[in-house]
C-alpha cells in the first residue's frame, strides 16, 4: 500500500476509485464502503484509494471539542491494507483548504488531484466550505468533470445506525457490549507494562498496570471482562481502570489481572480487549472488602467471556 502526503497530480494511476473520510474505528460501516472501493478497482483492473485529512477536520473547524478516536493512526493504516486498498492519500487539512467552494473541491482535489473516475461515499456526505456540498452536487460535479458518484446509505445493526460518534459515546459509557458489536470486534487499548504499587499483588490479584493512551475514547472507571493479547497468547482478564480510591486516589490507569497465569510482564507491550462491563468504580472501607469484591468481579467477568461467543447481531449492508 501507498502513502501520499498531499496531492500528486502527477502520479499516473490507473482508473482511480476513491472513497472520502476519516474512518476512525474501523468500524462496520466503513468496511463495507471499503469494501465496495475495493472490489470496484479490482474488477476495473484499478486503484482503490482513501482520500483523508490530517489533523482531523474537527480539530480545525472547533478547537474547543475535546475530539478523542478510536484508532492510532498506525492501526488506521494497517486496516486500510487489510481491507485490500492501494493508496491512502492525506491532505493537510487547513483553513484555507476548509475555505474551498464545493466545486473548487471536486475541481481541484477530486478530478486533477487524482483523477477520480468512481467516488464512493455515504448518502449523507457533506463537503466544500461550510460543508455546503451535497450528493446532488456530486453528482453534477461528477458529470462535469467525468467521475461517476455511489451514494451509500449506512449500515445499521439491531435498527441503529453505525457511525463512528455513536461508537464514541457508548464507550465512554461503559457499553463495551454494543459498541463492540458496533465496531465488529472488541475495542482495544495498547500499552507497556509498568510498575505499581503491588497493592493488587498484596490482595491476591496481581496486575500489569498500563498509562491510559492520550487522545484515545476511554470508558468510564470501573471493572471491565477483557482479554489480554500477549506475544502469540490471547488471555482472559479482568480490568479495572480508575484511580483506586480506597487508597486514596492516584493517576488514573488502566490495570490488568491475568485469569489463571502468573507473568512476569513488566516492560512487555499487550493489547488490552475490552469485553463487557462488570461494575462502575467505587470506594470501600477496608481491603477485605475490597478483596471480596475483586473475587465477585472475577466470577461475574468469566461468565461474561464465556457468554461472548454469541451470534453476530442483525446486519444492515448498505446500498450504493
Not at 465496531?183 to 500499552?191: A, D, F, H, K
Not at 469485553?275 to 478483596?291: G, H, N, P, Q
Request: aromatic share 8%.
Amino acid at each position: 500500500m501507498k502513502i501520499f502526503r498531499g496531492l500528486t497530480p502527477s502520479t499516473r494511476r490507473p482508473y482511480s476509485v476513491v472513497t472520502i473520510g476519516n474512518f476512525d474505528g474501523h468500524h462496520h460501516g466503513h468496511r463495507a464502503l471499503l469494501g465496495q472501493v475495493v472490489q470496484t478497482a479490482r474488477r476495473e483492473a484499478g486503484t482503490a484509494i482513501v482520500l483523508t485529512f490530517d489533523p482531523h477536520p474537527v480539530k480545525i473547524l472547533a478547537p474547543h471539542v475535546n475530539l478523542m478516536f478510536l484508532t492510532t493512526p498506525e492501526e488506521k493504516l494497517m486496516r486500510f491494507e487489510a481491507a485490500g486498498i492501494d493508496e491512502v492519500v492525506f491532505l493537510e487539512f487547513t483553513p484555507a483548504f476548509a475555505g474551498l467552494s464545493p466545486f473548487q473541491f471536486a475541481k481541484q482535489v477530486l478530478c486533477d488531484g487524482i483523477g477520480s473516475r468512481e467516488l464512493f461515499v455515504g448518502e449523507h456526505f457533506a463537503f466544500g466550505k461550510g460543508r455546503a456540498g451535497r450528493i446532488a452536487d456530486l453528482f453534477e460535479f461528477g458529470a462535469q468533470l467525468g467521475f461517476r458518484v455511489h451514494p451509500m446509505s449506512p449500515v445499521t445493526i439491531e435498527g441503529e445506525v453505525v457511525s463512528s460518534t455513536r461508537i464514541r459515546q457508548l464507550i465512554q459509557a461503559g457499553d463495551l457490549r454494543k459498541a463492540n458489536r458496533f465496531l465488529g470486534r472488541s475495542y482495544s487499548i495498547e500499552g507497556t507494562v509498568i510498575p505499581g504499587a503491588h497493592r493488587g499483588t498484596e490482595l491476591g490479584w496481581p496486575t500489569a498496570n498500563l498509562r491510559l493512551p492520550p487522545g484515545r475514547v476511554i470508558p468510564q472507571d470501573g471493572v471491565y471482562a477483557a482479554q489480554a493479547v500477549w506475544k502469540d497468547a490471547c488471555l482472559n482478564a479482568v480490568v479495572y481502570i480508575g484511580t483506586r480510591p480506597t487508597f486514596g486516589a492516584g493517576e488514573r490507569l488502566l490495570e490488568v489481572s491475568i485469569l489463571d497465569e502468573r507473568l512476569n510482564l513488566y516492560g512487555e507491550s499487550i493489547e488490552v480487549q475490552l469485553i463487557d462491563f462488570v461494575r462502575e468504580d467505587k470506594t470501600f472501607a477496608s481491603a477485605d472488602d475490597l478483596t471480596r469484591q475483586i473475587a465477585w468481579d472475577v466470577d461475574t467477568a468469566r461468565a461474561q467471556l464465556r457468554e461472548a461467543v454469541t451470534s453476530p447481531p442483525t446486519t444492515t449492508l448498505p446500498r450504493s
